[in-house]
């Protein structure tokens, strides 16, 4: 079925057609399993997530604004839905792992730990140019938050963070050789 047919019978729906608002969750649950088909592999699980997400959109269809695309708020909707099923999904998964002194193992292993520290590259951040040393110090040494080193610098937020950008691209050339 098209979008459009399907916002039209949400509008006809939300004029309480109730016929129509049948004919608009059948045809959301038409539009929406091969989505979910190329994101889950049990078709059960399909069905189940799919029965989740027209509940919700039944739940809530009073956000619903008739003058606005159906196909983006039904998607929303469903990505939210998809999320939940995916965390719960891996979620028991990890409960059931057999031998946990492994798990526990793999899980505490940090493939991105570094033995870079603030401390450890000061010299390199101190050679950069500008306000950046300043930056990273005062949110890497000092702990404080971009709106915070904004406010103290008088800089913008963003301005703050697309220097402290710059800064470890620098600083990432430098280390690298």
Same mark, same amino acid.
């Given at each position: 079925? &098209? ?5 039209s019978l ?10 129509? +608002? ?19 592999? =049990?078709? =059960?699980? &399909?069905?189940? &997530?799919?029965? /989740?997400?027209?509940? =919700? ?21 469903? *990505? #939210?839905?998809?999320?939940d099923?995916l965390?719960?999904? +891996?979620?028991?998964?990890? &409960?059931?792992?057999?031998? $946990?002194? /492994?798990?526990? #193992?793999i #899980?505490?292993?940090?493939? %991105? ?5 603030? /401390?450890s590259? *000061? ?9 950046q040393? %300043?930056?990273?110090?005062? $949110? ?11 406010q103290?610098?008088?800089? %913008? ?13 620098? $600083?990432? *050339?430098?280390?690298?050789?």
């Amino acid at each position: 079925m &098209v979008t459009q047919d399907i916002e039209s019978l949400m509008q006809a729906a939300i004029g309480g057609d109730e016929r129509a +608002y049948a004919a608009a969750l059948s045809a959301t649950a038409a539009m929406l399993r091969p989505y979910l088909s190329r994101r889950i592999n =049990s078709a =059960s699980a &399909v069905e189940d &997530v799919l029965q /989740e997400i027209l509940i =919700s959109i039944h739940k809530a269809r009073h956000t619903y604004d008739g003058m606005r695309p159906y196909k983006p708020w039904a998607f929303a909707i469903a *990505k #939210f839905r998809l999320a939940d099923y995916l965390r719960s999904h +891996y979620g028991d998964h990890l &409960v059931r792992a057999g031998d $946990l002194d /492994e798990a526990e #193992f793999i #899980f505490s292993q940090d493939v %991105t730990e570094s033995t870079l520290t603030y /401390e450890s590259i *000061k010299e390199e951040i101190n050679q950069l140019s500008g306000k950046q040393p %300043t930056i990273l110090h005062l $949110l890497h040494s000092e702990g404080h938050t971009a709106k915070e080193v904004a406010q103290k610098m008088n800089m %913008t937020e963003t301005a703050v963070k697309v220097a402290a950008h710059r800064a470890y691209k620098v $600083l990432r *050339k430098k280390l690298a050789q």
